[in-house]
């Protein structure tokens, strides 16, 4: 597709349960992020991928989250024992880096409640 | 880290008026963008300016990094403007990534 997708657009689950999440970047963006938003708050990043390989997992909140992007394309968020504060809605961005330019598109995000 | 303060936090204009939303932020810069999330919460690129002036349609952008603000622009409003706009930028000092940091955004509202 010409943007980013991301699925599901929503999924509900129980506390305790765990979450995929995926997202497919731009054809051609070799770089990749996950934000997460709390309503009424900005983005806030949580990992960052150049192709493969994780980058920068410095946004990661615990343990219980954790990314993978095996081919360098679709990358999932994993989130294992949600927690009710784990409800939220997670949006993945790609880039395509051409010297300082890094431009990020965003997909329509995944929203997250945790029962 | 970078801190990124948005006003106003809350607009409300009549359809036609115009605005002007600021982007403050604490350091130097390699990256500013500017978003309208709409009520589905996609977040729609309007302006990817970290210095200079650009101008698409009724709104325009103007960042001075050395003075680390961001100012964007809103002509003629129309109610379809509605929303929350983000600022965010990056400070990954000279690399050719950074993750962005979001500012709190502004909601603006537009009646008709």
């Known amino acids: 597709g010409a943007g980013v997708s991301q699925t599901p657009s929503n999924k509900v689950t129980e506390k305790g349960k765990y979450v995929e999440l995926r997202c497919d970047p731009i054809?051609?963006?070799?770089?990749l992020y996950w934000y997460r938003q709390s309503l009424g708050q900005g983005p806030e990043f949580l990992i960052y991928?150049?192709?493969?390989?994780?980058?920068?997992d410095s946004g990661l909140p615990n343990d219980r989250f954790f990314a993978v992007r095996p081919e360098g394309s679709v990358s999932t968020l994993k989130i294992q024992r949600t927690e009710r504060g784990d409800s939220a809605m997670y949006l993945c961005?790609?880039?395509?880096?051409?010297?300082?330019?890094?431009?990020?598109?965003f997909g329509p995000g995944t929203r997250l409640t945790v029962l | 880290g970078i801190q990124v303060e948005q006003s106003p936090p809350d607009l409300i204009l009549q359809e036609g008026a115009n605005s002007t939303l600021r982007c403050n932020f604490s350091?130097?810069?390699?990256?500013l963008q500017w978003f309208h999330q709409n009520p589905w919460g996609q977040l729609i690129n309007l302006f990817y300016?970290?210095?200079g002036t650009k101008q698409n349609g009724r709104l325009s952008a103007t960042t001075v990094a050395t003075e680390r603000y961001s100012l964007l622009y809103i002509s003629s409003s129309q109610t379809t403007d509605s929303g929350v706009y983000f600022c965010?930028?990056?400070?990954?000092?000279?690399?050719?990534?950074?993750?962005?940091?979001f500012g709190q955004g502004t909601i603006l509202t537009v009646h008709p």
């Open positions: 961005a790609s880039s395509v880096q051409r010297g300082l330019y890094n431009e990020q598109f």
């Open positions: 054809s051609g963006h070799t770089a």
């Open positions: 991928f150049q192709g493969t390989g994780a980058a920068d």
């Open positions: 350091d130097s810069v390699n990256n």
């Open positions: 300016i970290p210095s």
């Open positions: 965010a930028v990056d400070n990954a000092g000279g690399t050719s990534y950074g993750k962005l940091t």
